[in-house]
């Protein structure tokens, strides 16, 4: 059974730090793109940062840039996502999620196959 587990959200003030862990489980993910998606209440969940199945290629949101860092380690086949200089506008349940084909690079929800359950982050002003 396919896996994917969050962990590391929280609640923070404006300007503090978290990072979140994604451990896959079940098959390995090295030849896949992994990415970190959010969704606010009411709204659609969006992409926020993609890494590719070497680590080398990396793209971002663009109101995270600069804060946030992806990175990866296929060995222990987790994922994590650095978040500094947090605002109140990144107050979202966070997800883990891999691209359903190998060695295809994509930031559409609809691309990605396996999700994790989320985590909760929280920034107060």
């Known amino acids: 059974q396919v896996q994917l587990v969050e962990s590391g959200g929280g609640l923070v003030q404006a300007g503090g730090s978290l990072r979140l862990s994604c451990a896959a489980s079940?098959?390995?993910?090295?030849?896949?793109?992994m990415g970190w998606f959010r969704q606010a209440p009411g709204k659609e969940r969006e992409f926020v940062a993609r890494i590719s199945w070497t680590g080398v290629n990396i793209f971002y949101k663009d109101s995270v840039r600069g804060r946030f860092t992806i990175s990866r380690d296929n060995a222990k086949n987790t994922v994590l996502l650095q978040m500094n200089s947090l605002k109140p506008e990144d107050t979202a349940i966070y997800y883990c999620?891999?691209?359903?084909?190998?060695?295809?690079?994509?930031?559409?929800?609809?691309?990605?196959?396996?999700w994790g359950q989320g985590t909760q982050v929280t920034v107060s002003s």
């Open positions: 999620a891999a691209a359903g084909r190998p060695y295809y690079t994509t930031s559409y929800v609809r691309d990605y196959e396996y």
């Open positions: 079940g098959r390995s993910f090295s030849n896949t793109v």
